[in-house]
């Protein structure tokens, strides 16, 4: 068998050649398309050795796999992040990056990565175009809400882009190039709304079948397009060996520091896949409305809003003197000095009071 270590870059694929016993066999270079992975294919196949093929995880990396899969060889998709860890380089080029997957691979070390099928990226990408289309929608709308409040135009509706919302846009008389703008922008909005109700289409013709699903829709707080991007970003929920592993998949599970019998949790992690990421917590959004959490939502909600009321950074100083953040107590306000800070006698440089007088009155009022 042939190991193949695969270093993609922009414009050149970079492939270096390891036989069974680790021994050098060449070094090569290929166009990563479809015409130049075809003819390394034939150049490799002349050896007449199967080939076990690695390449970083990277944009063009699928495309890889996939295409010298069909020429039959046996590709994986290595973790970038843990390949330098495994293997750390002083001197990095690509045909180095190439030997040392290669090396990998003879040593069997490789951090391979799961891939999804092509079932599961096509969801996935519906998926995500579909919030890809949302987002630029609000974007247009911000910017129309943007433009009214500049020209003190408030919007008096609930919903400006309904049928009365409409009607009010149409009798403003907003100067050029913002009134066209906004005209634009809500032709915009409209091809965007009938391109979002066609994606909405075929995620629920998919979803209908999907084994997850039905599932995911009984949780609170998750509807069709939330439940479906969950299932889509989760993939198959067997490569995952507990719950646990699941969780730390997600990047919603914070981070435990902990020392002795001390065990502090601080923030989420992050990482993980932003899209799942984003379908969980907006699903929990929508949940603290449902019965089942809105008691209990509310009640961390006032635990957490006494935790954070405002405090003074420093307990009041003894009566006269002021506090850390510069102002006085009540009682030393009443007992201050009647002299004013600005005394606008012309024998006095810029008007200002003298010290004695003035600091003080000055402590108070800064």
């Not at 899969?69 to 001197?91: C, F, H, N, T």
């Not at 799961?114 to 949302?134: G, K, N, Q, T």
Request: aromatic share 6%; with cysteine; proline share 7%.
């Amino acid at each position: 068998m042939l190991h193949a270590g695969l270093d993609l870059s922009r414009k050149r694929l970079d492939v270096c050649l390891l036989s069974d016993q680790g021994e050098l066999v060449r070094e090569l270079t290929a166009f990563p398309d479809a015409g130049g992975l075809k003819a390394l294919a034939r150049r490799v196949e002349a050896d007449g050795e199967p080939v076990r093929a690695v390449i970083e995880s990277m944009t063009g990396a699928r495309f890889i796999h996939d295409t010298l899969e069909r020429y039959g060889w046996e590709v994986e998709i290595a973790d970038a992040q843990k390949v330098k860890g495994l293997a750390p380089l002083a001197v990095k080029t690509d045909r180095i990056d190439a030997r040392v997957l290669a090396v990998l691979s003879h040593r069997d070390l490789v951090p391979a990565v799961w891939l999804p099928d092509p079932r599961v990226r096509r969801e996935r990408e519906w998926a995500r175009f579909r919030l890809h289309l949302v987002k630029h929608r609000s974007q247009l709308k911000n910017r129309i809400h943007s433009a009214l409040n500049s020209f003190g135009c408030p919007c008096p509706v609930t919903d400006l882009f309904g049928v009365a919302g409409r009607e009010h846009l149409a009798r403003l008389d907003l100067p050029e190039p913002w009134r066209g703008n906004i005209a634009a922008s809500l032709a915009l909005i409209d091809q965007l709304e009938a391109q979002v109700v066609e994606v909405d289409a075929k995620l629920r013709a998919s979803g209908a079948d999907h084994p997850y699903v039905p599932l995911l829709l009984t949780v609170p707080g998750v509807g069709w397009v939330l439940a479906f991007t969950i299932a889509a970003e989760i993939g198959e929920i067997e490569r995952f060996a507990s719950p646990a592993k699941l969780t730390g998949y997600t990047g919603l599970c914070p981070r435990v520091r902990q020392s002795g019998e001390s065990d502090r949790r601080g923030p989420l992690s992050k990482h993980g896949p932003r899209y799942l990421r984003w379908a969980l917590l907006e699903a929990t959004m929508h949940a603290l409305r449902h019965p089942a959490y809105a008691e209990r939502y509310q009640r961390n909600k006032r635990r957490l809003g006494r935790q954070r009321a405002p405090r003074s950074p420093r307990s009041t100083s003894p009566a006269g003197s002021p506090t850390r953040s510069g102002t006085c107590s009540l009682a030393t306000r009443s007992s201050l000095p009647e002299a004013p800070l600005f005394d606008w006698r012309p024998d006095r440089p810029f008007g200002l009071a003298p010290e004695s007088e003035a600091s003080d009155f000055a402590w108070s009022s800064r």
